[in-house]
Nanobody
Framework: VQLVESGGGLVQPGGSLRLSCAAS????????MSWYRQAPGKERDWVAT????????YYKDSVKGRFTISRDNAKNTLYLHMNSLQPEDTAVYYC?????????WGQGTQVTVSS
């Protein structure tokens, strides 16, 4: 299993970013997928989930209406569209998956929201 997150960066408050997660090594289209984040000095925190093949989505209250999770099963890629970013969204973002009794994590992508 390989998970490669990308798309992070430095953005001003109110800005937008689109994160991507390229997945391989398991049946992506039949796997529910999630985004998590870890802010400095804090534990990893769930952000959003999308079902397989993609009919249902769920969000942490603080990101509802600002973030959109989506997937392209033909490309084995998960996305997180983030709008109206705030400093409290600063974190490393991950797209883990659980398969065969094991939790897999990528290296994450850093999102920094600052003026």
């Amino acid at each position: 299993v390989q998970l490669v997150e990308s798309g992070g960066g430095l953005v001003q408050p109110g800005g937008s970013l689109r994160l991507s997660c390229a997945a391989s090594g398991y049946p992506f289209s039949s796997s529910g997928m999630s985004w998590y984040r870890q802010a400095p000095g804090k534990e990893r925190d769930w952000v959003a989930t999308i079902s397989s093949p993609g009919g249902s989505t769920y969000y942490k209250d603080s990101v509802k209406g600002r973030f959109t999770i989506s997937r392209d099963n033909a490309k084995n890629t998960l996305y997180l569209h983030m709008n109206s970013l705030q400093p409290e969204d600063t974190a490393v973002y991950y797209c883990p998956v659980s398969r065969w009794g094991t939790n897999y994590w990528g290296q994450g992508t850093q999102v920094t929201v600052s003026s």
